[in-house]
């Protein structure tokens, strides 16, 4: 249930970019997270940041004297089905078929591409790796 009420508190652009980062690092300090960027925010952007998403439910902290050690509490494949899912549905009635028909017929995705996909599926299904 927790879960579910998180996820309903959709993420801004410069939220899930700072998502992205804490999924990447795991457990980062705001140094840390702060050199993680391609170009350097300013600390008192990230550190508001940091707090919208922990009271959002997405980030926790363990204090270590003055400084604080941030880490996700929402794994990046949860959400990131939750996001598929909210899209699939809006913009697809909840069916993937539709949505690779669409990419077919813009030719974004052709024959081979979906055999190899259907493979790949079928390898996951038999607990093959690649």
Same mark, same amino acid.
């Given at each position: ?20 980062i ?5 457990k ?8 993680? =960027? !391609?170009?350097?925010? +300013?600390?008192?952007?990230? #550190?508001?940041? &940091?707090?919208i998403?922990?009271? %959002?439910? $997405? ?11 941030? =880490? !996700?509490?929402?794994e +990046?494949?949860?959400?990131a #089905?939750?996001? &598929?899912?909210?899209?699939?549905? %809006?913009? $697809? ?8 028909s669409?990419?077919h ?12 996909? &259907?493979e ?7 607990g093959e790796?690649?």
């Open positions: 249930m927790y879960f579910e009420i998180v996820m309903e508190k959709p993420l801004t652009k410069a939220e899930e970019q700072l998502m992205h804490l999924w990447k690092l795991e980062a300090f705001l140094k840390d997270i702060l050199d993680a =960027y !391609p170009e350097r925010p +300013k600390q008192s952007t990230i #550190s508001t940041l &940091l707090k998403l922990e009271n %959002k439910g $997405f980030v926790d902290h363990h204090v270590y004297g003055k400084v604080h050690q941030y =880490y !996700p509490l929402v +990046k494949e949860a959400y #089905s939750r996001q &598929l899912g909210g899209f699939m549905k %809006k913009y $697809f009635n909840g069916s993937f078929q539709e949505m690779l669409l990419f017929r813009k030719g974004d995705l052709n024959i081979k591409e979906l055999d190899e996909i &259907l790949h599926l079928r390898k996951l299904e038999a790796t690649d």
